[in-house]
């Protein structure tokens, strides 16, 4: 006989999804039949033809109001078989969108195959869902007061999976989210993995002392022995992770004249220990950064003679070096340092400055003082006037033109500048630019001098020249020269002649003679002597005719 045996065989794996709907919700199902059993549920809810969410379960949901779409299951078996699904949805219109209800994590996390220390530890964290919630927001942290949160994780599902966690201590709490709002955070729960050590005791005595303007020493005690290391806390937030046994630590980098509060946590795999006391400590007063000096204040100006010009002013800083004088833009003088005053020479008579001072030091210079202006004393004779002598020479100009004298040593008598004249001759006396006639005198000339005009419109000049030597004296005239703007005439005085340059451009073209000019007394005397002669022929001649009227 033949003996049968009846196999059991499975059918082809297949995959039921559907769609209800709540208020303001779609709520999906998935269902898989056949195959090898030991389904897992991958969930594409936008429809972008990516699996978004891996092993997300049977059920997922879609919150809000008029809303419509396609969503995509696909559901794998034990033996990798895969089989997908889609279906289309189409919530209800809603005027109102309510906030969700509390979202409370109720049961216990599984702890799945713990093995301490071999990175394979891993656990599920589930929680039963709310229907009004679109995502929910997991946090993660060693303490249960979550002082600290370590991880944030936000998922539309309501489970989440942990692997290869290192040993310690886990605190887990979650919330419900949707446009509405949030929902409190859930009841705390604890996943322990490995072998549970006790968290390290507090750090005490925790001190800050100042080192610099940018760093503080923090010193504490280690009263433990478990720690894996310290945390610190500067102004509330970590700023390093100290290794294990250490007693300090210099916090580098700050600012100065700041203060700075610190607290200290040890920690190991179970977690951190309460915080330490807490420190304050405040880095050294900022340095004093050197400056440049402050702007002399009060600067003025004036003149003091036909060359100089005294400047004045308020010394307002301290700490300068010197002082800096500018007359017309350009540094004339660099003069040290708490001077007020300073005189500039050397200046051309009856002429406008404009001066400002600057302070400086090794770390630069004051901005410019305010300026001040000052003019030169006018051009004009400052010595008495000479006694007269028999010595002299004298020149006569009538105008359009402009007289001077020059004598050997490069002296000069005459106009400088728009309205100024210079008297620099020993001996010498100018009657002045609008005097008419213009007249040059030099008493006992101690050399040669020469006489010169300067023609400044088109006229008709005339310039006398006097030499007196001892009681004798002799005076050419040169009368009633044409001359146009610029013709320059140039005589020597005593000199009978002179050069004529018409055009100015500094060639003498021509030569010109003076008349020798005979004092009038001479002149009178000649006249007389003429007059006298005159009456003695005329009495002759009477006396002549009367004998020959006798005959």
């Given at each position: 006989?033949?003996?049968?045996?009846?196999?059991?065989?499975?059918?082809?794996?297949?995959?039921?999804?559907?769609?209800?709907?709540?208020?303001?919700?779609?709520?999906?199902?998935?269902?898989?039949?056949?195959?090898?059993?030991?389904?897992?549920?991958?969930?594409?809810?936008?429809?972008?033809?990516?699996?978004?969410?891996?092993?997300?379960?049977?059920?997922?949901?879609?919150?809000?109001?008029?809303?419509?779409?396609?969503?995509?299951?696909?559901?794998?078996?034990?033996?990798?078989?895969?089989?997908?699904?889609?279906?289309?949805?189409?919530?209800?219109?809603?005027?109102?969108?309510?906030?969700?209800?509390?979202?409370?994590?109720?049961?216990?996390?599984?702890?799945?195959?713990?093995?301490?220390?071999?990175?394979?530890?891993?656990?599920?964290?589930?929680?039963?869902?709310?229907?009004?919630?679109?995502?929910?927001?997991?946090?993660?942290?060693?303490?249960?007061?979550?002082?600290?949160?370590?991880?944030?994780?936000?998922?539309?599902?309501?489970?989440?999976?942990?692997?290869?966690?290192?040993?310690?201590?886990?605190?887990?709490?979650?919330?419900?989210?949707?446009?509405?709002?949030?929902?409190?955070?859930?009841?705390?729960?604890?996943?322990?993995?490995?072998?549970?050590?006790?968290?390290?005791?507090?750090?005490?005595?925790?001190?800050?002392?100042?080192?610099?303007?940018?760093?503080?020493?923090?010193?504490?005690?280690?009263?433990?022995?478990?720690?894996?290391?310290?945390?610190?806390?500067?102004?509330?937030?970590?700023?390093?992770?100290?290794?294990?046994?250490?007693?300090?630590?210099?916090?580098?980098?700050?600012?100065?004249?700041?203060?700075?509060?610190?607290?200290?946590?040890?920690y190991n795999a179970s977690g951190l220990s309460p915080v330490s006391n807490m420190a304050t400590g405040t880095t050294e007063d900022c340095e004093v950064m050197p400056t440049p000096p402050v702007s002399p204040t009060g600067v003025s100006a004036i003149g003091i003679s036909q060359t100089e010009v005294e400047i004045s002013w308020t010394d307002a800083s301290s700490d300068e070096t010197g002082f800096r004088i500018f007359r017309d833009g350009t540094q004339i003088a660099d003069i040290p340092t708490n001077m007020t005053s300073y005189t500039d020479t050397g200046l051309e008579c009856g002429t406008v400055h404009s001066y400002y001072?600057?302070?400086?030091?090794?770390?630069?210079?004051?901005?410019?003082?305010?300026?001040?202006?000052?003019?030169?004393?006018?051009?004009?004779?400052?010595?008495?006037?000479?006694?007269?002598?028999?010595?002299?020479?004298?020149?006569?100009?009538?105008?359009?033109?402009?007289?001077?004298?020059?004598?050997?040593?490069?002296?000069?008598?005459?106009?400088?500048?728009?309205?100024?004249?210079?008297?620099?001759?020993?001996?010498?006396?100018?009657?002045?630019?609008?005097?008419?006639?213009?007249?040059?005198?030099?008493?006992?000339?101690?050399?040669?001098?020469?006489?010169?005009?300067?023609?400044?419109?088109?006229?008709?000049?005339?310039?006398?020249?006097?030499?007196?030597?001892?009681?004798?004296?002799?005076?050419?005239?040169?009368?009633?020269?044409?001359?146009?703007?610029?013709?320059?005439?140039?005589?020597?005085?005593?000199?009978?002649?002179?050069?004529?340059?018409?055009?100015?451009?500094?060639?003498?073209?021509?030569?010109?003679?003076?008349?020798?000019?005979?004092?009038?007394?001479?002149?009178?005397?000649?006249?007389?002597?003429?007059?006298?002669?005159?009456?003695?022929?005329?009495?002759?001649?009477?006396?002549?005719?009367?004998?020959?009227?006798?005959?």
């Open positions: 006989s033949t003996d049968f045996v009846n196999y059991a065989i499975n059918p082809e794996l297949s995959l039921d999804l559907s769609v209800k709907y709540g208020d303001g919700v779609a709520i999906f199902t998935a269902e898989g039949q056949g195959g090898g059993e030991d389904y897992t549920y991958d969930w594409d809810l936008d429809n972008n033809g990516t699996y978004e969410m891996l092993d997300g379960g049977q059920e997922q949901r879609i919150y809000g109001y008029d809303q419509q779409g396609t969503v995509n299951a696909r559901v794998t078996d034990a033996c990798l078989n895969e089989v997908e699904e889609s279906i289309q949805y189409n919530i209800p219109e809603e005027v109102i969108v309510d906030p969700p209800t509390l979202v409370i994590a109720k049961g216990i996390f599984e702890l799945d195959g713990v093995t301490p220390h071999d990175g394979s530890s891993s656990y599920l964290v589930m929680w039963y869902p709310d229907n009004m919630a679109d995502s929910y927001t997991i946090q993660e942290s060693h303490t249960e007061d979550f002082a600290i949160i370590t991880n944030e994780f936000i998922t539309v599902g309501t489970r989440k999976k942990f692997t290869n966690m290192p040993d310690g201590t886990y605190y887990y709490r979650v919330m419900g989210c949707n446009d509405a709002g949030c929902t409190a955070w859930s009841d705390t729960m604890a996943a322990i993995v490995g072998v549970l050590i006790d968290a390290p005791n507090t750090p005490t005595n925790l001190t800050a002392t100042t080192l610099s303007e940018s760093s503080i020493l923090l010193d504490w005690n280690d009263i433990s022995d478990n720690e894996e290391g310290f945390k610190l806390y500067r102004n509330g937030a970590e700023i390093a992770d100290i290794p294990a046994d250490s007693v300090s630590y210099v916090d580098t980098g700050l600012a100065c004249s700041t203060s700075y509060t610190y607290i200290l946590r040890a001072v600057l302070s400086y030091n090794n770390y630069g210079q004051s901005a410019p003082s305010s300026t001040a202006d000052a003019t030169t004393q006018e051009c004009q004779q400052t010595t008495t006037t000479p006694p007269a002598s028999e010595n002299y020479v004298q020149a006569t100009l009538h105008s359009p033109a402009y007289l001077h004298a020059l004598d050997a040593l490069g002296r000069h008598i005459g106009r400088i500048g728009e309205d100024s004249v210079e008297i620099a001759i020993p001996g010498g006396i100018y009657s002045g630019l609008d005097s008419e006639p213009q007249v040059i005198t030099i008493y006992n000339p101690q050399s040669e001098v020469q006489f010169y005009f300067e023609a400044y419109e088109e006229g008709t000049v005339t310039l006398d020249v006097e030499a007196s030597e001892n009681g004798q004296t002799e005076t050419y005239t040169f009368k009633d020269l044409n001359v146009q703007n610029g013709t320059v005439f140039l005589v020597n005085a005593g000199a009978a002649s002179g050069q004529l340059d018409l055009d100015g451009d500094g060639e003498y073209e021509q030569s010109i003679s003076g008349i020798m000019v005979v004092e009038e007394e001479e002149e009178s005397k000649t006249m007389m002597y003429v007059a006298l002669v005159a009456v003695i022929v005329l009495i002759a001649l009477a006396a002549v005719y009367l004998t020959r009227k006798r005959e």
